[in-house]
T-cell receptor, first 115, second 109 residues
Framework: GAVVSQHPSRVICKSGTSVKIECRSLDFQATTMFWYRQFPKKSLMLMATSNEGSKATYEQGVEKDKFLINHASLTLSTLTVTSAHPEDSSFYIC???????????FGQGTRLTVV | GQNIDQPTEMTATEGAIVQINCTYQ??????LFWYQQHAGEAPTFLSY??LDGLEEKGRFSSFLSRSKGYSYLLLKELQMKDSASYLCAVMDSNYQLIWGAGTKLIIKP
């Protein structure tokens, strides 16, 4: 299957700082990228969907000013958690889908800990 | 509303067979996915069904009945490494994935 690389895999940051998570499709053009958040022992929660060159569509209850998503190219999307707080600590996962694809391929996930 | 139901947890014995069921009610249907997720890792793709019937892939098989809104994932010859959560997801009419809460599968020797 196609490869999606997510970086970093783990990050610890201080409360009030911002953290950027990158999601890259390595061998295909990702026209759509999805960002998920997963709490312990819970399923994936879709945060936002982004199409290349367009503004991201955020799910209800997700603060767009806090979780900034950029999808400026067909191979890269970034999620920036601004002014992070301990309650933002979670597992963040991206997935990418090509224009002709049904399946979305997942990145490895990022474990964010805000202290 | 949209809803995906699957059991919270199941236990099976190494070498045995286990069937994980998933029922769904969604606005439209563009396929059903099964993913495996080990603790602390991202999900990995197992199967995709869009037509009724059984899809077999090695030790894993997935079945779909669209009229019943039902799918199952069948795992044969269970191995300890199969201990994981199994997520059922349906792609709705907007091509968005609706996720079930996942079934934690515990394999005992």
């Amino acid at each position: 299957g196609a490869v999606v690389s997510q970086h970093p895999s783990r990050v610890i940051c201080k409360s009030g700082t911002s953290v950027k998570i990158e999601c890259r499709s390595l061998d295909f053009q990702a026209t759509t990228m999805f960002w998920y958040r997963q709490f312990p022992k819970k399923s994936l929660m879709l945060m936002a969907t982004s199409n290349e060159g367009s503004k991201a569509t955020y799910e209800q209850g997700v603060e767009k000013d806090k979780f900034l998503i950029n999808h400026a190219s067909l191979t890269l999307s970034t999620l920036t958690v601004t002014s992070a707080h301990p309650e933002d600590s979670s597992f963040y996962i991206c997935s990418a889908r090509g224009e002709a694809d049904t399946e979305a391929f997942f990145g490895q996930g990022t474990r964010l800990t805000v202290v | 509303g949209q809803n995906i139901d699957q059991p919270t947890e199941m236990t099976a014995t190494e070498g045995a067979i286990v069937q994980i069921n998933c029922t769904y009610q969604t606005s439209g249907f563009n396929g059903l996915f099964w993913y495996q997720q080990h603790a602390g890792e991202a999900p990995t793709f197992l199967s995709y069904n869009v037509l009724d019937g059984l899809e077999e892939k090695g030790r894993f098989s997935s079945f779909l009945s669209r009229s019943k809104g039902y799918s199952y994932l069948l795992l044969k010859e269970l191995q300890m490494k199969d201990s994981a959560s199994y997520l059922c997801a349906v792609m709705d009419s907007n091509y968005q994935l609706i996720w079930g809460a996942g079934t934690k599968l515990i394999i005992k020797p």
